[in-house]
């Protein structure tokens, strides 16, 4: 890196999870110079998707977690004399208890390359590694399966794109057209799926090690509509809401299209079915039906309501998605409402995935950030902050090159922080488990579904398992399998919470001949568990000694939806820049009258130009992975 | 324009279309440039249609235009390329009711499965679809050949269906197109027009021929013949009400008795052929009676929906039941209320009188907006109940109708034999010209009701009082129709402001000197 960050910004951001990346997004957009860098050498954080082999290098490099207690105490000569230096954390710590398992013959698999893998030291990182948000075209380029081996790159919709989200259902790449030159031995069951296939084909994967989907309605979709980000991802409609009882799994009609077409109700329980969703809609309006029950939980509510024991089965765990022993009445009924008010925007499930994976989300951000002058640096530690010791506000950063930044906001996102600012912080932790299997939890005609399956819990006490099962039109996992993600709060570690569930629904004797009930389960070809720190709903008080210019923004949380990372964005900018607006809609770009100066970098996406701006496109901090390893 | 060559006129028509395509003129002038310039113009005005339908889907002038250029085309393309905009355009629009038609027309002929099950898939998506529905409906509808024995549904199919319907309604019983299907599925083939009374009277020298619906008789080359001690009458016919439109009743004079013979009274030998349905009827009138009929026996079920007719009542019984079940969880639905009043009623009107007149009671309440509608259906009730206790033979009949809250009076073509009719104490603003069917009716109560006029009222034969008191008559002179009846003596008037107006009494023994009025 043979050019120099500029000294001074308005707002540095570290870390480029959601929040962070939509608030360096809002900051650019309001014209606040940003700076945007992360530690990883990847986008996203503990929001990012990785590739099969991604995947792979980020269990090794959480299992092994070497310390990096190198203190370098260099830095602090770059500190004045009435100035106070706040180290920030050197180590990712939000990751634990990662254990993965293949079912299948991984010897077989030794020797196998990915197909269309790089020569090159592994870069192999996330998906979205090789991004650069202000690099015009290049962006979509990451997503493109470049290999040769693999055969024609999916139809030219790469994930940078534009289609509003408003026709993403529409758009959506047919399974068939990215995966029709997908090499498939001949006279080989396609069925029958190999761990050294999956290896082979590891960049069809997207793995998201945060599980969320989008809802139709949502603080996010609102966001990404408003703020024309839409543009650059990709959706699909989550197809169906499943229901796991009696140890079935059973699809659950929730639009009224569902509830006319489904077979398994009886006439008069469509009948009560739709009663209540309709009542749900504007429970508000009709207090008398509910007022009573106001202090019972939500479950004993629908007891009252003549609904048989699977509709109530259906409206508690699939629909409110609630707790069948905590939540109260009105919790529950906002819970439907929400739901309710959420279908039929895109579809006839309240829900959209990104296409190419959760990990896009953050990107889309950053590419705003970008287009609107910020600058972008992976792969980039900051040592810690300089605190001016008169104002007590932050005055700088100091990076690894031991460069000092100066600028007067900056957003740091929890696991930046040292273990010294956060000893009084209490978190919770967020179970995950990951699995690639050979067939749908539920096989119906189609063999593209996007499901999600709400488990109640399997013991009293324990939370709900949310699954989310993805297929390969997703663009998150190979032709012929299936990408479920298990997600809950933690009790235990993620493995002891989530297998119980994972038992239930799948077949994990690979290669053994069981009884047929076994057989019609889906096969499990690989696993991973972690457990993820969940800083969402810590106060910020809690934190020690932090200035008061100082943001912290919170990792993933365990919700479905994304609406906790929307507001903490929108509230932390609020209260930066209270008078302006949070991501307006950008200009017609027809409108943009372009000084020379700026045109340039941004447009070109090479950092050839002006000597002020040497990194604004962010190609250097992310692409050449040769010149920053000889830094290190 | 006349000037202008046709290949500017194409491009001129072509950039306004492409822009709106709803104007008329630019289509007109386009046509008559394509006539104009000949050549193979047939795919290019094709996909020219077609580009405007992207423009506005539903615009009335492109799908006319591309109907005219299918005409013209010798060899009309293959119906691949016409479904596939019917495909495109009804999935951005599942409601294009043009598409639908569009795709009915390529189709005809093709196979009925297919099609069933396109329209299952979008009603799938989305069961709010008259267009998608009447597709089945149309789909289903008897062949033409079978047209009048009404062809009833093979029994698997009319069981899908109407599980369809009621996996509709069950999920949202306020959505009225499941509603309006079913009554059509259930009522498939409205009987053809047949004669259902004759009637002949020696001292009015005419005879009627009352038919089940209104038909249209041309004078010229009536399908009605009749013939006299088998000799043909000439005719000519005349409908009841005097105008030439299709009415239930047609009267044809018979030929006065010769001079010589005038004392006599002979036996007349009528034979009546109606040519659709080849029916041959014979009235006899003996030389010492003065009027003779024949009348079709009333089939209780076919009174009230007649074109339930075909039905088998085991699945009307099954579909009350549905709707019984359905209407205890949703008392106010209106669909299930109107098709549970009209199931009842096909099945036995009198035993479920009560039944259904509380149904639609409640429907009143529950569907205010259509507050005239129920009410109609509730005369019919009335009317089909009163009917149906009607007794016949010789002499006096009479039928009492009265404080039915009535606002129209259908079946008055099965009234034909009634002398007096009790109409008192309803909500009627009108009397429909179908009165005159009644020819033998001698008195006629219609005290307090609503009318205000009697206009339209046929001149009935055999009348001699009417009563309107207690109605807001105010002007003598809407009262002129009665003129035209040849026996009418008495007339009252009491209660209405015509009767306690100044000079009414002048007014109305100038227009009515032989009628006895009382005010």
């Known amino acids: 890196m043979a050019d120099r960050l500029p000294s001074e910004f308005d707002v540095v951001v570290l870390g480029t999870g959601l929040p962070e990346s939509i608030l360096a997004a809002a900051c650019a957009r309001s014209g606040q110079r940003v700076l945007h860098v992360d530690s990883r050498n990847y986008y996203g954080g503990n929001w990012a998707s990785f590739s099969f082999s991604g995947l792979l290098s980020w269990i090794k490099e959480n299992q092994q977690k070497t310390d990096v207690s190198d203190e370098c105490e260099d830095w602090k000569k770059l500190i004045l004399e009435n100035e106070e230096a706040i180290p920030l954390s050197r180590k990712d710590r939000t990751i634990q208890h990662v254990e993965d398992f293949c079912f299948g013959d991984q010897d077989s698999a030794e020797g196998v390359e990915e197909a269309g893998a790089l020569p090159k030291p592994p870069v192999l990182g996330a998906s979205g590694a090789e991004g650069c948000p202000g690099a015009g075209s290049s962006f979509q380029e990451p997503e493109q399966p470049t290999g040769t081996e693999a055969g024609g790159a999916p139809g030219g919709d790469g994930a940078g794109t534009a289609s509003g989200s408003d026709s993403s259902p529409a758009t959506a790449p047919e399974p068939g057209q990215a995966e029709t030159a997908a090499p498939e031995p001949p006279g080989q069951e396609p069925k029958k799926v190999t761990y050294s296939q999956i290896v082979r084909e590891g960049r069809r994967f997207n793995i998201d090690l945060v599980s969320k989907l989008l809802y139709s309605r949502g603080l996010l979709i609102d966001l990404l509509i408003k703020s024309n980000v839409s543009r650059y991802a990709e959706f699909k409609n989550a197809t169906r809401v499943l229901a796991f009882r009696e140890g079935k ?33 504007d429970y508000e309006e009709h207090p008398e039906e509910y007022q009573e029950h106001e202090g019972s939980t939500f479950a004993q509510f629908l007891q ?48 959209l995935f990104p296409l190419y994976g959760q990990g896009e989300i953050p990107q889309c951000f950053c590419r705003l950030c970008a287009v609107f002058g910020g600058i972008y640096c992976l792969r980039h530690p900051v040592r810690g902050l300089v605190r001016d010791g008169a104002s007590g506000r932050c005055k700088a950063i100091v990076d690894h090159f031991g460069q000092r930044i100066s600028a007067k906001y900056f957003i740091v996102e929890d696991s930046y922080l040292s273990e010294s600012t956060c000893t009084n912080v209490c978190y919770r932790q967020i179970s995950r488990a990951v699995l690639i299997t050979d067939q749908s939890v539920l096989n119906t005609d189609s063999e593209q579904q996007v499901s999600i399956l709400s488990v109640p819990p399997l013991e009293l006490g324990k939370p709900a398992v949310c699954v989310i099962e993805l297929c390969s039109s997703t663009m998150t996992c190979m032709k012929d399998t299936y990408l479920v993600h298990l997600t809950c709060p933690s009790t235990k570690t993620a493995r002891e919470d989530l297998e119980p569930v994972v038992q239930k629904l799948f ?19 690989w696993a991973v568990y972690f457990n993820m720190r ?46 302006e607006e949070f991501c307006p809609p950008p200009p017609n770009p027809e409108d943009i009258i372009y000084d020379e100066e700026e045109v340039e970098p941004e447009e070109s996406g090479v950092s050839n130009s002006a000597e002020s701006k040497p990194e604004s496109s962010a190609e250097e901090s992310s692409g050449e992975a040769g010149a920053e390893g000889t830094r290190e | 324009q006349q000037g202008v060559p046709p290949p500017q006129v194409l491009s001129l028509t072509g950039s306004i279309l492409a822009a709106n395509p709803d104007v008329g003129t630019c289509w007109n002038l386009r046509r008559r440039a394509l006539v104009e310039l000949g050549g193979d113009w047939v795919p290019g005005e094709l996909q020219f249609a077609g580009s405007c339908l992207a423009v506005n889907p539903k615009s009335y002038g492109a799908w ?47 196979d009925l499965e297919a099609e069933l099950a396109f329209a299952g898939t979008l009603l799938s998506r989305d069961f709010s679809n008259f267009s998608a529905w009447h597709h ?45 299907y079913l009554r059509c599925i259930l009522s498939r083939a409205t009987p053809p027009p047949r004669i259902i009374c004759v009637y002949v009277n020696r001292e009015d020298a005419t005879l009627a021929v009352v038919f089940s619906r209104p038909v249209m008789v041309n004078p010229e080359h009536p399908d009605l013949s009749v013939t006299l001690d088998g000799s043909a009458l000439e005719g000519p016919w005349r409908s009841g009400e005097g105008r030439p439109r299709p009415s239930h009743t047609w009267l044809c004079d018979l030929p006065c008795p010769d001079e010589a013979t005038s004392t006599g009274r002979p036996l007349l030998q009528l034979g009546i052929t109606w040519g659709p349905d080849s029916t041959h009827l014979e009235v006899t009138l003996l030389p010492d009676e003065d009027e003779a009929w024949w009348q079709e026996p009333v089939v209780d079920r076919e009174l009230f929906w007649p074109e339930v007719g075909v039905a088998d009542p085991q699945v009307l019984r099954e579909q009350v039941e549905t709707c019984r079940e359905l209407l205890e969880l949703e008392p106010q639905s209106r669909g299930c209320l109107l098709s549970l009043s009209l199931l009842l009623s096909a099945l036995d009107p009198r035993s479920h009188a009560q039944e259904t007149r509380k149904y639609l009671q409640h429907l009143k309440e529950a569907d205010p907006l259509r507050l005239g509608f129920v009410c109609d259906v509730a005369s019919r009730l009335e009317a089909a109940l009163g009917v149906l206790g009607l007794g016949s033979g010789p002499g006096d009949l009479w039928l009492r109708l009265p404080d039915k809250s009535m606002t129209s009076l259908p079946l008055l073509e099965r009234m034909v034999l009634v002398t007096h009719l009790d109409l008192s104490g309803n909500l009627l603003r009108s009397l429909p010209p179908h009165f005159a069917a009644l020819r033998r009716l001698q008195v006629l109560d219609l005290s307090r009701n609503r009318l205000q006029d009697l206009a339209g009222f046929p001149p009935l034969p055999r009348l001699e009082r009417i009563w309107l008191d207690g109605n807001p008559v105010s002007h003598a002179s809407t009262l002129s129709p009665l003129a035209a009846c040849p026996r009418l003596a008495e007339l009252r008037l009491a209660e209405t402001p015509l009767g306690s107006a100044p000079g009414a009494a002048a007014q109305l023994d100038k227009l009515l000197p032989h009628v006895h009025v009382t005010l």
């Open chain 1, 249 to 281: 799994v059973q699809q659950v009609p929730c639009s009224r299209a569902d509830v006319f077409n489904s077979r398994q109700l009886t006439m008069v329980e469509k009948r009560m079915l739709m009663k209540f969703l309709t009542f749900c809609l």
């Open chain 1, 304 to 351: 009252t309501r003549k609904l048989t024991p699977s509709l109530q089965h259906f409206i508690l765990h699939s629909i409110a998605m609630v707790s069948e022993t905590e939540c109260r009445t009105l919790e529950g009924l906002q819970a439907t409402r929400k739901f309710l008010q959420c279908l039929g925007r895109y579809g006839n499930t309240p829900f």
């Open chain 1, 507 to 525: 077949n994990l004797n690979a290669e053994k001949e069981t009884e047929n009930e076994e057989l019609e389960k889906p096969r499990v070809l």
């Open chain 1, 534 to 579: 969940d800083s969402s709903g810590v106060e910020r008080s809690s934190y020690d000694g932090l200035p008061s210019n100082v943001y912290v923004c919170s990792g993933p949380d365990s919700a479905l939806g994304n609406d906790c990372a929307v507001k903490q964005a929108q509230t932390i900018f609020q209260e930066m820049f209270p008078t």
């Open chain 2, 64 to 110: 006319h235009h591309r109907a005219w250029v299918l005409g013209r085309a010798t060899a009309p393309p293959g119906g691949r390329e016409g479904r596939g905009l019917c495909e495109r355009l009804l999935s951005s629009d599942p409601r294009n009711f043009h598409a639908w038609e569009h795709r009915r027309a390529l189709v005809a002929q093709e």
């Open chain 2, 136 to 180: 089945r409906l149309r789909l289903l509808a008897p062949t033409r050949s079978a047209v009048g024995k009404g062809g009833a549904l093979p029994p698997d199919r009319l069981k899908a269906e109407l599980e369809l319907v009621q996996n509709a309604v069950f999920t949202d019983p306020t959505d009225q197109s499941a509603w309006v």
